[in-house]
C-alpha cells in the first residue's frame, strides 16, 4: 500500500472541490462520452477544482472474455479492431489530458486487472505514461490532503482510496462493503466506485484529544456512480443488458472543502 501527499494554499473564505471520477468504462456502447466530456469540462474551468481516479477507465472486454459481445461494442472500437485495448487507452487520454495535471491520485480496477491476467498488458501504467501521471497508488493508498494558510498548516484530510470488491444488486450491499471500510483503515474520508451506485453519506465520531478533551471528527463515505448507462437504443447492450443489471444513477461525486472553516460539503 503507497500513500501520497498534497499541499494547497488557501484563503479565509476559499472552497476546493475534489472531484471523485470512477467507472467510466469508455470502450463500452452504453457509456454517456457527453457526461465525461462535461466533467473534464468543469474540472479544467475551475482553478479550484481537482481529481481522483478510482478505475475502471476503460471496458476493455475483447475476444477473450466471456462477457464478449459485439453489440456492446461502440463503432470507433468496431474500427479499430482487433486493438480494443489500445483504441481505448488513446480515447480514455484524449479526453483526460485537459485536467492531467489536476489528478492527485489513481488506483487500478478491476477491469484494468482482468486485461493484465487476460494479455500481460499493465493498461494501468500505459494510460499513466500517456498523460504523464505519476500520483498513482496501485490497488490502494492513502492521500493527504494539507491546507496551508500563511505559513501554517490549518487542516489536513486523509483520504483513502480503493476501486472497490463487493458485488450484489442492491443499494444495501454497497453501502454495508463502504462503511465497513472503516474497521479497518483509518481516514477521513473513504472513496470507491465498482458497484456503479451513487452513494455518499458523512458520520460523525468522537474521541479524545492529547491533552483529554472530548472533540468530534467528521468522516465522509463515498461511492461513486458510473458513466455507463448499462443499456442502448439497440437489439443488445451487452453483459449489463444480458444479467439484467439495475440502471443506476450516473458521474462523479464532488466533496468540497472550505479549510478555515472545516467546512465540508458533498455534491452528487
Known amino acids: 500500500m503507497l500513500s501520497l501527499e498534497k499541499e494547497f494554499n488557501v484563503g479565509r473564505s476559499d472552497w476546493l472541490k475534489f472531484v471523485f471520477?470512477?467507472?467510466t468504462h469508455i470502450g463500452n456502447i452504453t457509456t454517456d462520452e457527453n457526461l465525461i466530456a462535461r466533467c473534464v469540462d468543469r474540472i479544467k474551468q475551475d482553478p479550484d477544482a481537482y481529481w481522483f481516479d478510482l478505475g475502471d477507465r476503460c471496458d476493455y472486454i475483447n475476444t477473450k472474455d466471456k462477457r464478449f459481445d459485439l453489440g456492446s461494442l461502440p463503432k470507433w472500437v468496431l474500427n479499430s479492431f482487433p486493438d480494443i485495448v489500445g483504441a481505448c487507452n488513446y480515447r480514455y487520454a484524449d479526453f483526460f489530458s485537459?485536467?492531467?495535471?489536476?489528478?492527485?491520485?489513481?488506483?487500478?480496477?478491476?477491469?484494468?486487472?482482468?486485461i493484465l491476467q487476460m494479455q500481460e498488458r499493465d493498461v494501468y501504467t500505459d494510460i499513466n505514461r500517456l498523460l504523464g501521471i505519476k500520483n498513482n497508488l496501485g490497488l490502494c493508498g492513502y492521500t493527504r490532503l494539507k491546507f496551508r494558510r500563511a505559513g501554517k498548516v490549518v487542516w489536513s484530510l486523509d483520504v483513502f482510496l480503493h476501486h472497490g470488491a463487493v458485488s450484489g444488486k442492491s443499494a444495501g450491499s454497497s453501502l454495508n462493503f463502504l462503511s465497513s471500510i472503516s474497521d479497518g483503515f483509518d481516514a477521513d474520508v473513504y472513496a470507491i466506485g465498482h458497484t456503479h451506485k451513487k452513494i455518499a453519506y458523512s458520520n460523525r465520531q468522537y474521541y479524545l484529544d492529547s491533552v483529554g478533551r472530548v472533540q468530534e471528527q467528521e468522516r465522509i463515505y463515498i461511492n461513486t456512480g458510473s458513466f455507463m448507462a448499462g443499456y442502448a437504443e439497440t437489439e443488445n447492450s451487452g453483459y449489463a443488458e444480458k444479467r439484467l443489471l439495475y440502471p443506476q444513477s450516473m458521474g462523479p461525486v464532488e466533496l468540497w472543502v472550505c479549510p478555515d472553516k472545516r467546512d465540508l460539503k458533498i455534491f452528487m
Do not use: F, Q, S, Y
Open 98 to 114: 485537459p485536467i492531467a495535471n489536476k489528478c492527485l491520485a489513481t488506483v487500478r480496477g478491476n477491469h484494468e486487472d482482468t
Open 21 to 23: 471520477i470512477g467507472d
